[in-house]
């Protein structure tokens, strides 16, 4: 038996569905906020969650929320260790095939059921059954066979084949341990109403407008690496929705709320000159934003057109000019923030129109119409790349129309298309797109699986939108998450990032960083391993 692992591999957590958040605009509200104790905090953010059962929705700013509301078996600190959290320990069988967890025995959720192997089960039960739906993380735990009850604090999972990342995936608010009385109570509730363990408890959700958690005056039970026990410091948390930037950088300057989310890097210079205010940043590890490209269908099925596309956009100078340095030009499929990170992937598709013309006209795009597109056999060279307004905001609306306006100097037309969500949906599902825009925050390098592994497909609760299908790529990625060996792994998801680049079965476009400003009032403000904000120490001074 292997007990403690010593070191988890670090980094950020977008599935197919998450693309389907629908942030309404909304004004922001002052909340109920008090100068003595810690206060209420009020933070505003860009989107809102669909749904804020962790083991339903795929959405980061659930896991933001959630982080809140749930406790987790382990925790994993900054340095990457994994720490005692619900569990006090573990154990691995040899064959890496059981992972036996020994529970606290003084929790109890917020409904007043006590923690026990049972919420354990109940919890990973729950994820992989096929009434839940999972949107992300029954697809994440594909290796999953089943939870025995040892005994009340024990619990045993058991897995289909080995996966050394399942310790640094119990640590994520995706995997947070529910009440079993909650889930068991009314299927479909806990989208609506979570009861967790957490230092807050969900109080209520006016959509559109925000969430609101009251601090949890029994919590005692914080995990080994937050370096104190005890309640929360500050007397509540409200998540105020306001999806314009603008709307939300007034609010923080005004003082309506206390810290804001997703700060425009533009703005942040006139922050940080500001009296009052403090500006916040966290790498994220996990996948960059990227334009997933669909190599099942013509144009793209041909890989010249789909190298042409990697060396015909400046992505350099667009995200250096509207992102202001605060983001940094993505070379591969993995952050530079993420473990096992190929450096090697720097530099290899540079900016290089005469290369982008050269591969079109090998792939026999050779003729031009009117408009000055390119053509082959009377057909020009278009690609359709589908988004919904609610989620190319900002940056992000200039950004594609930067690298829409690139492609057509090379002669590649990029058609962009507004969809409301349910229309996005079904043209998503049914892989009737070029291009899809995903990224997603994990602190692991086997969110790459996710992404391409030909297992992971929408249907299954993953995030490979397009349906690759690479045996190379498959055998190697299968290999890293089961290998228990850091330099073989290191070695696999470096070749793995290789392969991804050549074959181009992305665009990566820029390595976001959480950027979040805070008035000077709001202290003790962190931020997990996935880059998300904590608020477990956060609290009011003054």
Partial sequence: MRRHPGRARRARPAALLALLVAATACAPGTGARSGAGGGRIVYAVDSQPDCLDPQVSPYDITAVIDRNIFDSLVSTDADGRLRPWLATSWQVSDDGLEYTFRLREDVRFHDGTPLTADAVKATLDHTVAPETKSQYAAGLISMYRDTTVVDPYTARIALTRPYPPLLQLLSTAVFGIQSPTA????????????????????????????????RNPAYQWAPEDAGRTGPARAEGLTVEFVPEAASRFGALSSGQVDIAAAIPPGSISRLAHADGFRFLQAPQPGAPYLLLLNPGRAPLDDLRVRQALQYAVRYDDLVRALYSG???????????????????VEGATPYDPGRAAALLDAAGWTG?????????????????WPYMTSLMRDQRVLLAQGIQADA???????????????????????????????????ADPDVMRTYFASDQTAD????????????????????????????????????AQLRIQQQAYA????????????????????????????????????
């Avoid at 068991?184 to 969430?211: E, I, K, L």
């Avoid at 605060?326 to 450096?343: D, E, F, I, K, M």
């Avoid at 031009?368 to 359709?384: A, H, K, N, Q, V």
């Fill in 183 to 214: 889930l068991r109570a009314d299927q479909g509730r806990t989208c609506g109403h979570p009861v967790g363990s957490g230092p807050f408890v969900f109080t209520d959700w006016a959509r559109n407008r925000r969430v609101v958690l009251d």
């Fill in 408 to 442: 057509r100097r090379a002669g590649i037309e990029i058609r962009l298309t507004a969809h409301e969500p349910g229309t996005y949906l079904k043209k998503a599902l049914s892989r009737d797109a070029d291009i899809l825009a995903f990224s997603w925050n994990r």
């Fill in 460 to 495: 299954k609760g993953g995030s490979n939108a397009f349906g690759v299908s690479d045996p190379e790529l498959d055998a190697w990625l299968r290999e890293a998450s089961a290998t228990s060996d850091p330099a073989r792994r290191d070695a696999l998801d470096g070749q």
């Fill in 326 to 344: 605060r983001h940094q030009r993505a070379w591969g499929v993995l952050s530079p923030a993420t473990p096992g990170y190929n450096r090697a």
């Fill in 368 to 384: 031009r119409d009117g408009d000055g597109y390119r053509t082959r056999d009377g057909r020009r060279l278009s690609i359709e």
């Fill in 507 to 542: 665009l990566p476009v820029y390595a976001p960083t959480t950027l979040v400003g805070a008035a000077d009032r709001v202290r003790g403000v962190t931020f997990d391993a996935q880059a998300y904000p904590r608020f477990y120490d956060a609290r009011l001074e003054g």
